[in-house]
């Protein structure tokens, strides 16, 4: 069973709009919460993490809301550039469990159109 | 700034032979994590390593074991591979006592091509 959903595969908006990003999880456990940008052919870059101690992360551009009682995240691309094409992966884990490894999405394939 | 390093890139084998793929984390990292990512897929944790110890165990095969060295490097050793093993291996690293609680950082993997 699939415990942290990225239910769009993909999304396309145009240049200087906003990007939303959604993100869903199940395991009531999860405490730290990670987006990821991947290009092809290359790891996951960090982008921005939320710890459920708190409802916004915000940096530059991007900013990340967490609602625990929905178990929902989203991130948000203000204003969305050509350059943050790119599929972003939602992660989540356990720390104050001691639970670290990453349990990550499917993913969300994010097209800027110019 | 120093980044994750794997090494190889690319691997070929072919199915019943053994690979070795190499990590070498972020310098005053200590904890190593292995995830594999097949073909349209998200990233599975495999295992990881906190101080050259054992730290999670994941979805690993048994035909796989790995070991954190001296040095913080790791190891992935893949045994008597399988079509299935067809996958991009990634390490990441992460500072346990830093700031970042649970940020870690990746390589850019290893593709594995099982023929």
């Known amino acids: 069973d699939q415990q942290v959903k990225q239910n769009s595969p993909s999304l396309s908006v145009q240049e200087g709009r906003i990007s939303i990003l959604n993100c869903d999880y199940t395991n009531s456990m999860f405490d730290y919460f990670l987006w990821y940008k991947k290009y092809p052919a290359e790891g996951p870059t960090f982008l921005i993490s939320?710890?459920?101690?708190?409802d916004k992360n915000e940096d530059g551009r991007f900013t990340v809301f967490l609602n625990k009682s929905a178990k929902h995240l989203s991130l948000h691309i203000v204003p969305s550039q050509p350059g943050d094409s790119a599929v972003y992966f939602c992660?989540?884990?356990?720390?104050?469990?001691?639970?670290?490894?990453?349990?990550f999405g499917k993913g969300t394939r994010l097209s800027v159109i110019a | 700034a120093a980044g994750v390093i794997q090494s190889p890139r690319h691997l070929i084998k072919e199915k019943r032979e053994t690979a070795t793929l190499k990590c070498y984390p972020i310098?005053?990292?200590?904890?190593v994590y292995w995830y594999q990512q097949g073909p349209g897929q998200d990233p599975q944790f495999l295992i990881s390593?906190?101080?050259?110890?054992?730290?999670d165990k994941g979805s690993i095969p048994d035909r796989f074991s790995a070991q954190q060295f001296s040095d913080y490097h790791s190891e992935l050793n893949m045994s008597s591979l399988e079509l299935g093993d067809s996958a991009l291996y990634f390490c990441a690293s992460r500072h346990r006592g830093g700031v970042g609680k649970n940020i870690q950082y990746f390589g850019a993997g290893t593709r594995l091509s099982v023929l």
């Open positions: 390593f906190y101080e050259k110890m054992q730290s």
């Open positions: 992660a989540a884990s356990a720390i104050n469990s001691g639970n670290t490894p990453l349990v």
């Open positions: 310098p005053r990292h200590d904890t």
């Open positions: 939320i710890s459920s101690i708190k």
